[in-house]
């Protein structure tokens, strides 16, 4: 994945975050977005909440997925 500006990375995350319903592709896409050094420390940790984020959400795709 190319590097993303924060603004197109948290744009990403909140489409695939805000969706109905996350199958492991969702996941796999999201988690893929890196936290790049060139964003601020502030961007950084708004990047880092929504993994956070994520991770609660996954524990609806399958009980038979893990991370």
Known sequence: ???????????????????ETITKKD???????PISKTYTKKEQDIIRTLREGMMIRSQEISPNFSL
């Open 27 to 33: 996941y796999n896409e999201f988690m893929g977005i």
């Open 1 to 19: 994945m190319s590097e993303m500006t924060f603004q197109e990375a948290v744009d990403k995350m909140y489409e695939i975050i805000d969706r």
